[in-house]
């Protein structure tokens, strides 16, 4: 596959309202519209010059229920129909107010107390009050779906009014406001989601028969309602006329499911769609002279590491503290740029580009051949050795692994490692033997679970990552104790602090190499304005506007 290097980040910042959630400062007259065709058979050529937008998405979901959503491209409909106490407006920013107004953590960092804006109604009428907070988070987190690990510091929630929220921590949590903006923590109309078989009780797994009513519309206080949902098909969101708050000028999203970027790049390049969002490094070639097209390109928080086992028993040789800096040293980091495509990034380190605290990129001239075999040689092995690489069939962002482990084969042999690709598949054994840390040395990817650095202390000795990795606590007690420092500094500057001595500390040492960031392609009709790549949400709907 053709691939070209441009490392480069995309800024996407913009403003946003300061009376709602989804809206930007610029987003016009909710009212200027000029009349969308009703039938669900629209295409963008259709809407050409209307205010109806057409976007294509990827599929592999079966459920727009908020409390269950977890897969990639849910939250492009969860953003757009309902509104969470906080808000990611950028790509590269901290979490933001949105339904909350104000909010303040005890001294202790147990007690997250959160005051309410004022005026939210949901798109049934119905004011917001904290009763529906406590309802929704309690909800995610009584269904047991895959979401609900969100909550697991939440112990209790207590509503002394009806515009206060007091979340009960069971320890210091630094990303709980991260956690508060992901999909399915949205807050939902209580009542009317009640109404059709809802509950937040403890026993809401097996109570809870809400899901067919939230999967043909919805119940938030969002920007839009949605009105259709085909699966596999098709998804229609029209503009809540309800809506509390400051709205854009897009009155209607037909959104296709066409979850082949070949298709994509056709129906964009033809006018039959205006936001394509399964772009690869090949299709956005294809689109580079097509009118009125833009593409962005730009880096996900999705990461490819190297892994190599600090048990000797399944790692041999690169369980070697000075084996593992000679690789760090052997890996041409722009030649895996190139592989994986334009937007790629190397992180700094664990930390990725546009989180909170990271330390930035680590720069492709690292690579040091020479200083590589010197290192080999102090280590013992002056001649190099042999050793197998396992590596799964699975793909990063479309990158396939094994592309990766071909790649990582290529340069060690620079410095006399001659590594066998050894393929398994990930349900045929792979699997279990990366989450039970019995693999020697591998190539993997790293998925964000929410949008805060946190999630990545778990590559830290004594995590879950770090464990896979047989690197225990016990072999850096002064770098494992930084997880808990971590997630204490609910205060963003002693917390930044903190994150870039974990990134210090495991530039050059441990079990884990970052190699590369994913990148993201998005193509786009240039009739629209604030179309950006997003990792929280892969599209914010509600901060395009048709120009």
């Not at 480069?8 to 016009?28: D, H, I, P, R």
């Not at 979850?259 to 039959?272: E, H």
């Not at 800096?325 to 592989?339: E, L, P, T």
């Not at 990930?426 to 020697?440: C, P, S």
Request: with cysteine; hydrophobic share 40%; glycine share 8%.
């Amino acid at each position: 596959m053709k691939k070209k290097l441009l490392a480069m980040t995309l800024c996407l910042a913009m403003a946003f309202s300061c009376v709602a959630c989804g809206g930007s400062k610029e987003s016009g007259d909710a009212a200027a519209t000029t009349g969308a065709a009703e039938a669900t058979g629209e295409t963008a050529a259709d809407a050409s010059g209307s205010n109806t937008v057409v976007v294509a998405m990827g599929g592999g979901f079966s459920t727009l229920d908020p409390g269950y959503v977890y897969e990639k491209y849910p939250p492009v409909v969860v953003t757009a129909c309902y509104e969470n106490l906080f808000k990611f407006y950028t790509n590269d920013g901290a979490p933001e107010p949105c339904l909350a107004d104000t909010y303040e953590f005890s001294e202790d960092g147990l007690t997250l107390t959160v005051k309410l804006k004022d005026g939210v109604t949901f798109a049934s009428g119905n004011k917001m009050t904290s009763a529906d907070v406590a309802f929704s988070i309690n909800h995610c987190k009584n269904l047991q779906g895959n979401p609900s690990f969100m909550t697991e510091t939440i112990e209790s929630i207590e509503t002394p009014d009806e515009s206060t929220v007091v979340f009960h921590l069971t320890q210091a949590d630094s990303a709980i406001l991260s956690k508060l903006t992901y999909s399915a923590l949205a807050v939902l109309d209580s009542a009317v989601v009640k109404e059709n078989g809802g509950t937040d009780a403890a026993d809401a797994a097996t109570a809870d028969t809400a899901q067919a009513y939230l999967d043909t519309t919805s119940a938030g206080s969002g920007m839009y309602i949605m009105t259709s949902y085909i699966p596999d098909d098709e998804i229609i969101l029209e503009k809540n006329p309800n809506y509390w708050g400051e709205g854009t000028n897009v009155d209607k999203y037909i959104i296709k499911i066409q979850p082949d970027a070949n298709t994509q790049m056709m129906t964009l390049s033809m006018g039959d769609v205006d936001v394509a969002l399964n772009m690869t490094d090949d299709t956005i070639a294809e689109l580079e002279s097509v009118e009125n097209v833009e593409i962005l390109n730009a880096a996900t928080k999705t990461v490819g590491f190297v892994m190599m086992n600090m048990n000797e028993t399944y790692g041999g040789p690169v369980s070697n503290p000075k084996v593992q800096q000679a690789i760090r040293k052997a890996i041409d980091y722009a030649g895996v740029q190139m592989i994986c495509g334009q937007g790629t990034l190397t992180p700094y380190d664990i930390i990725q580009v546009g989180f909170m605290g990271s330390k930035g990129e680590r720069k492709t001239d690292y690579t040091n051949v020479e200083e590589a075999k010197k290192l080999l040689a102090e280590a013992g092995y002056p001649n190099g050795f042999d050793i197998d690489l396992t590596v799964t069939d699975l793909d990063m962002e479309g990158i396939l692994l094994t592309d990766l482990a071909q790649k990582l084969k290529d340069d060690l042999a620079q410095i006399g490692i001659n590594a066998n690709i050894v393929a398994q598949p990930w349900a045929a054994g792979y699997g279990d033997a990366y989450r039970d840390g019995t693999l020697g040395f591998t190539v993997m990817y790293w998925g964000i679970d929410y949008n805060d650095p946190n999630v990545q202390l778990e590559f830290l000795p004594g995590a879950v990552v770090g464990l896979r990795a047989g690197w225990t606590a016990e072999m850096n007690p002064e770098l494992a104790a930084m997880y808990q420092e971590t997630m204490n500094a609910t205060d963003n500057d002693a917390r930044i602090a903190i994150l870039e001595k974990i990134q210090d500390a495991m530039y050059e040492d441990g079990p884990f190499v970052m190699i590369a960031q994913a990148p993201a392609h998005i193509g786009y009709n240039t009739r629209l304005d604030g179309v950006a790549i997003s990792d929280p949400y892969a599209l914010d709907l509600t901060l395009i506007n048709v120009k």
